[in-house]
């Protein structure tokens, strides 16, 4: 199952959003991944100043072939569905933006990076 291929070791964090939001962004982003990957998709969560950035990382996708600049075109959702794209992202992108947050492609080499930044609760 499509479960059995994510990957996730790390600490537990608290988020300053609404939790259905929440769920319905990260779970379009992890299905971009599997849809797009046929190997194992590894998620991490990084803190950065008052951030907790979720990293999602899949081998190179197999899916949209899309330049490095026509990628940031997949958070938008009309610009996604004009090209023949699924609206996956554009969803997940909004969702991050709505609490404060960004997505965004840092430059990878090896693995296609996708990393989704939300506000943090101070522990």
């Known amino acids: 199952t499509a479960r059995d291929r994510v990957d996730y070791e790390g600490t537990v964090v608290m988020l300053k959003a609404d939790p259905t939001l929440l769920l319905t ?9 599997l849809e797009c990957s046929s190997g194992r998709v590894r998620v991490d969560i990084l803190l950065r100043e008052k951030l907790a950035v979720l990293a999602i990382e899949a081998d190179r996708p197999s899916g ?11 958070f938008d959702v009309d610009q996604a569905w004009r090209a023949g794209h699924s609206v996956e992202l554009a969803v997940t992108a909004r969702v991050a933006s709505l609490h404060g947050g960004c997505a965004r492609f840092p430059k990878r080499t090896a693995r296609a990076r996708l990393e989704l930044s939300f506000p943090r609760v101070d522990e």
């Open 25 to 33: 962004g990260i779970v379009s982003a992890l299905e971009h991944s």
């Open 64 to 74: 949209p072939n899309l330049s490095r600049e026509e990628l940031p075109s997949l």
